[in-house]
């Protein structure tokens, strides 16, 4: 486990708090919270070739994945486990750029293996092999199993090779960043993923609706949560910023 020397000194009371207040909403359901709808940054875990960086000119954190080289994976949970019984969402940037071909892509993962969980490069997109999980991949890069260089799914046991469900999108994927909200219901188990480009008054596309039981497919009820990213023999810098986390209406 690596922090960014600034986060702890800078930031760590802050994350600290307001870990507290999110932990005890979504222990007891978001009562009383779902109007104001509070987030927070959670801290954490860092595996593989998963960084910290600082954007310029401001104290923004950013999550690296991978930063260009070949056959790279990564991984970055919350270190802090989240009831998974309950509702919540979750939002991000997310900016896969560079490197050749833009490739593999990102994931977003709800997990009962652990801070350390770390999967498969390539295709594999960091999440393959952690058989405990439901994965979002956001998939830049078409395997012989994938419908296209530019689509979201839905994957459930760490098998990318058997998505649950696949949904395309026309929003670019790489290249330019593009905003995600994971939206969680948990009275009816049902999982909604948005997109949209990060252009101002650019319409929230719903890319993905399917029903899972988050709980059940972790294997726990307290499940880490975060990011995957991975490279092969095509490459990109692919980072996670402006995450927050919190409890949501069902
Ligand atoms: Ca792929």
Same mark, same amino acid.
């Given at each position: 486990?690596?922090?960014?020397?600034?986060?702890?000194?800078?930031?760590?009371?802050?994350?600290?708090?307001?870990?507290?207040?999110?932990?005890?909403a979504v222990?007891? %359901?978001a009562? @009383?919270a779902?109007?104001?709808?509070p987030?927070?940054? /959670?801290?954490?875990?860092?595996? %593989?070739? !998963?960084?910290?960086?600082?954007?310029?000119?401001?104290?923004?954190?950013?999550?690296?994945?991978?930063?260009?080289?070949?056959?790279?994976?990564?991984?970055?949970?919350?270190?802090?486990?989240?009831?998974?019984?309950n509702s919540f969402? $979750?939002?991000?940037?997310?900016?896969?750029?560079?490197?050749?071909?833009?490739?593999?892509?990102?994931?977003?993962?709800?997990?009962?293996?652990? /801070?350390?969980?770390?999967?498969?490069?390539? %295709? @594999?997109?960091?999440?393959?092999?952690?058989?405990?999980?439901?994965?979002?991949?956001?998939? $830049?890069?078409?395997?012989?199993?994938?419908?296209?260089?530019?689509?979201?799914?839905?994957?459930?046991? @760490?098998?990318?090779?058997?998505?649950?469900?696949?949904?395309?999108?026309?929003?670019?994927?790489?290249?330019? /960043?593009?905003?995600?909200?994971?939206?969680?219901?948990?009275?009816?188990?049902?999982?909604?993923?948005?997109?949209?480009?990060?252009?101002? @008054?650019?319409?929230?596309?719903?890319?993905?609706?399917?029903?899972?039981?988050?709980?059940?497919?972790?294997?726990?009820?307290? !499940?880490?949560?975060?990011? $995957?990213?991975?490279?092969?023999?095509?490459?990109?810098?692919?980072?996670?910023?402006?995450?927050?986390?919190g409890p949501a209406?069902?």
């Amino acid at each position: 486990m690596r922090f960014s020397r600034t986060s702890r000194a800078a930031r760590g009371g802050v994350w600290a708090s307001a870990l507290l207040s999110i932990v005890a909403a979504v222990n007891s %359901g978001a009562a @009383g919270a779902a109007s104001a709808e509070p987030s927070y940054k /959670p801290p954490l875990a860092l595996n %593989g070739t !998963a960084s910290l960086m600082w954007r310029a000119g401001d104290d923004e954190r950013v999550i690296r994945l991978t930063d260009g080289g070949y056959k790279q994976v990564g991984s970055a949970w919350s270190t802090v486990a989240v009831d998974v019984n309950n509702s919540f969402q $979750t939002k991000f940037t997310a900016h896969i750029r560079d490197g050749r071909s833009g490739a593999d892509g990102i994931a977003f993962v709800v997990q009962g293996e652990g /801070p350390r969980a770390l999967g498969g490069w390539g %295709g @594999g997109m960091g999440y393959k092999g952690i058989h405990d999980s439901v994965a979002i991949e956001f998939d $830049t890069y078409r395997n012989p199993k994938d419908p296209d260089d530019n689509h979201l799914a839905v994957v459930l046991g @760490g098998d990318p090779d058997h998505p649950a469900v696949v949904g395309r999108t026309g929003i670019p994927l790489k290249d330019e /960043p593009f905003r995600a909200r994971v939206h969680y219901d948990a009275d009816a188990t049902r999982l909604r993923v948005y997109v949209r480009p990060t252009t101002e @008054g650019a319409k929230e596309q719903l890319v993905l609706d399917h029903e899972v039981e988050l709980a059940d497919r972790a294997g726990i009820d307290r !499940a880490w949560v975060g990011f $995957t990213g991975a490279t092969g023999d095509l490459t990109a810098r692919q980072d996670v910023y402006q995450w927050t986390l919190g409890p949501a209406q069902s």
